[in-house]
């Protein structure tokens, strides 16, 4: 009975040390479009970003307030006191009874005709920084997106390693059995099998280093898309068969008047230019119609006072200028051309930028389809040339060494073949947010 006890308890001890294992193998296989789905719902850059834009939208409204008349109403009630009354040099002076409760209630209403169009102005530059904060987020979402591309891809590439290893090692383990079998003929030496069984232990090595980059990335990547800690992602196997659109430079050029970049330079030249017409505003004159209504009680103008409530009201219009701005306002003018100038010539230097941006990614491009092409060459030559090694060793016309380079030579132009893949999706992608079409 102790004994099945103790079976039991160390059932449960192996169930409970296997839990954490198995929580951590929570595997999901993402494509692209379904990761950008996720970031977009849970990626905190973008939500600060659409937060500004929601600010921005509200900032329109505020300014669009300044259209509206002003209404202002006040109402008072007050305890008056006795009067005093005095000749000049404050002789003879008396009391004077006066009524002691009085009250006030006004109305107002203002309404701007012409601000020198400083109004339409101001809510233009509100329109525009409403469009800036839209035009930030789709930049944001193009960075956020590029940088998950980024760790996607690296994921994929780690995922085609540790698969390589393991071939590698099917290989290797084969190889030292059919070395140990020469060995025991007479027919190898024991310095070969230690040979290969330190490259069987150098190719774990590089297995094992591989998985914990594959579960570091993957946490990182999950954790930025909302998914829990421990899910493993899986990247889509057919990433790498993806149908690219081959386009002329041409083409990629012509779409970068859509790049979040140059819009938002763009942007900025146009709110240069509306602080320019803000600054010209003020060396306007106001204009605007007013209307009010007045109730006050007692009459205390009169002597005595008259204790009666006096109701009036007047309508009219308002005409204002301020004279100082003859001579403030051509500094801030002067200013404002000098910023619209600049925002003109950073305009100019970020569509050079990214004109060399995309030679640059579009060339790249070309160079990564070009490097495919070798790397494969690379991996068939490889093989056939393990294969030839292989043959030669076995029939005791090759040296271990011999064997030892052409595995290495063979994993090497697999893992560079791997990564040559990668590398012309990873080119595109750039190219795509380049031009903020990602």
């Known amino acids: 009975m102790a004994k099945l006890t103790n079976i039991a308890i160390a059932s449960l001890l192996s169930l409970a040390l296997a839990m954490p294992a198995l929580r951590a193998q929570q595997r999901l296989t993402l494509t692209i479009d379904e990761m950008f789905a996720r970031a977009e719902a849970n990626s905190k850059s973008i939500n600060l970003h659409r937060l500004a834009v929601d600010e921005a939208i509200e900032g329109e409204r505020v300014a669009k307030n300044e259209r ?166 899986v990247p889509d196997s057919t990433i790498v068969n993806m149908a690219l659109q081959h386009h002329h430079e041409a083409f990629w050029q012509d779409g970068r008047a859509a790049s979040p970049t140059l819009a938002l330079a763009s942007l900025n030249v146009a709110m240069s230019r509306k602080q320019q017409d803000l600054a010209k505003a003020e060396r306007r004159p106001s204009i605007g119609l007013f209307a009010a209504d007045s109730f006050d009680g007692p009459i205390l103008i009169e002597v005595p006072p008259i204790n009666k409530n006096f109701n009036y009201w007047y309508v009219g219009i308002n005409i204002s200028y301020n004279f100082d701005s003859l001579f403030k306002s051509n500094k801030k003018l002067k200013k404002a051309k000098l910023s619209t100038m600049r925002a003109e010539e950073e305009y100019r230097l970020a569509d050079e930028q990214l004109s060399n941006d995309i030679h640059e990614a579009y060339i790249l491009l070309q160079e990564a389809q070009t490097r495919l092409q070798s790397k494969q060459k690379n991996v068939q030559l490889a093989h056939e040339n393990y294969n030839v090694v292989h043959s030669r060793y076995t029939n005791g016309l090759a040296l271990v060494t011999d064997m030892l380079d052409a595995s290495n030579i063979q994993l090497s132009s697999e893992l560079e073949l791997s990564n040559a893949r990668i590398g012309i999706v990873y080119q595109y992608y750039l190219l795509k947010k380049t031009i903020g079409t990602l």
């Open 68 to 233: 509206l008349p002003s209404i202002e109403a006040s109402l008072a009630f007050s305890y008056i006191g006795d009067g005093w009354m005095s000749d000049r040099d404050f002789s003879n002076g008396q009391n004077a009874d006066m009524p002691h409760y009085g009250n006030n209630f006004s109305i107002k209403a203002t309404q701007v005709v012409y601000a020198g169009g400083a109004i339409n102005a101001g809510v233009e530059l509100s329109r525009l920084n409403r469009q800036a904060a839209e035009t930030q987020l789709l930049g944001d979402r193009q960075a956020v997106r590029f940088l998950l591309v980024g760790q996607y891809l690296d994921l994929y590439q780690l995922h085609n390693q540790a698969e390589i290893y393991r071939n590698n090692i099917r290989q290797t383990t084969l190889l030292i059995d059919e070395i140990a079998a020469s060995h025991r003929q007479g027919t190898a030496l024991r310095s070969d099998i230690t040979r290969y069984e330190l490259q069987l232990e150098n190719l774990k090595l590089g297995l094992t280093n591989t998985l914990n980059r594959i579960d570091v990335l993957s946490r990182r990547l999950a954790v930025t898309i909302g998914l829990e800690e421990n899910t493993e992602i």
